[in-house]
């Protein structure tokens, strides 16, 4: 099992953010095999496809390059001059395979890992030229791996080629039989099917690679229970951080809390323990809405800034803790307090009114209806 340079061992699988600090320093999941392989097919296959073509431009243009009167001869700009041309017949000609074959290596080479530049991976390191650490990743467990593959594929790939020369081996000796034109026809024929054959046997190689680095890519990145609770700790934040964030947090929210209470038009009280804070606008609202509530400290801050407004402050201990435990601040009230909190609120208006106008002063009701289920001794 992996163990870090403090002998812990890694147990744990990499995270999110390991994967991509580890692709930003390039450290991505490659396979050579994929790479050999995918360059390999699609260069040998275009070139038996596009070998008539190839090999009819090139042969004009062997004809027209030795096909030269003697003032040519002799002249030596005119030598360059067929020569440039014939540079650039042959660049023609190959520019379509050549082609195929790079972007082949590029596709081949990002499609595992996908593509990454890394400025951290660029940079050059003394670390990689100490003969040292250089033995040391010979002799390594990844060295080993590294060796018994590269085993296994010339075994694989050398008894592949003598199986398909063994197959094929009546076939070349026939050549003897036929015309010159006819046997090298023929050759090509056999030759071009036997490399594609063959290089099909990279698709094996390939196939049983791409899982291995991956998994190599993984086992490599994982982390100890140490460096994972580290990694949460630096992206989370350590506890009493989170904490201190937490209460200016709270701190903030009372702060805008406190903001809507001049707003209300009553705060209903336990006396002390607790304050609930209610607006109600009949024009724009459907039921009255909680702006405010808290117990203790808090309840004693609501008071004061209540009285400070001019805010009514009516004491009904059971219609406060119903409306403190049973509604969301910025909420409207449950449908279970409506007649009550309708009841309150006439009051608060008649006696907002008696203020104004005058008239006979009006007196809170005594028995503002709590349903059971919503009462809190």
């Known amino acids: 099992m992996a163990e870090n340079e403090d002998g812990q061992e890694k147990t744990e ?92 290596a590029i596709f081949s080479s990002v499609a595992l890992g996908g593509f990454s530049i890394s400025a951290e991976a660029l940079m050059p390191k003394l670390s990689k030229l100490s003969p040292l650490k250089g033995m040391k990743r010979v002799f390594s467990a990844r060295g080993l791996v590294e060796m018994v593959k590269a085993m296994a594929k010339f075994l694989f790939i050398g008894g592949t080629t ?12 026939a050549l003897h039989a036929m015309d010159i034109s006819q046997a090298l026809s ?24 791409v899982p291995f680095q991956l998994w190599e890519h993984k086992r490599q990145l994982k982390m100890t229970r140490q460096e994972l609770r580290d990694e949460m700790k630096e992206t989370e934040g350590k506890p009493e951080v ?56 808090v309840a004693f801050n609501i008071r004061k800034v209540g009285a400070e407004a001019k805010v009514q402050v009516v004491e009904s201990p059971m219609l406060a803790r119903a409306i403190y435990y049973h509604t969301e601040l910025d909420a409207f009230i449950p449908a279970g307090l409506y007649l009550a909190v309708a009841r309150l609120l006439a009051y608060v208006f008649q006696l907002r009114a008696y203020r104004s106008e005058g008239g006979d002063y009006p007196e809170l009701p005594d028995d503002l209806p709590v349903p059971e289920e919503y009462r809190h001794v």
């Open 13 to 104: 699988q990499p995270s999110a953010k390991r994967l991509d600090d580890a692709k930003r320093k390039g450290q991505v999941p490659r396979s050579r095999e994929l790479n050999t392989m995918v360059v390999t097919m699609i260069g040998v296959v275009s070139l038996v496809a596009m070998s008539r073509a190839i090999g009819n431009n090139l042969s004009a243009m062997m004809s027209r390059g030795f096909v030269l009167t003697r003032e040519e001869i002799f002249d030596i700009n005119a030598m360059l001059a067929h020569l440039g041309e014939g540079v650039a017949q042959v660049f023609i000609a190959l520019s379509p395979f050549f082609l195929l074959v790079v972007l082949a």
């Open 162 to 173: 003598i199986l398909l020369l063994w197959t094929s081996l009546e076939q070349f000796l």
């Open 186 to 209: 023929r050759l090509s024929g056999l030759i071009g099917w036997s490399v594609i054959l063959l290089t099909t046997t990279l698709i094996l190689i390939a196939a049983i690679d």
């Open 242 to 297: 989170k904490s201190r964030i937490r209460q200016l947090q709270r701190e903030m929210a009372q702060k805008r809390m406190m903001q809507e209470v001049p707003k209300a038009d009553v705060i209903v009280t336990n006396p002390s323990h607790f304050a609930v804070a209610l607006k109600y606008d009949p024009e724009h609202m459907h039921a009255p809405k909680l702006l405010a509530k808290g117990a203790d400290l």
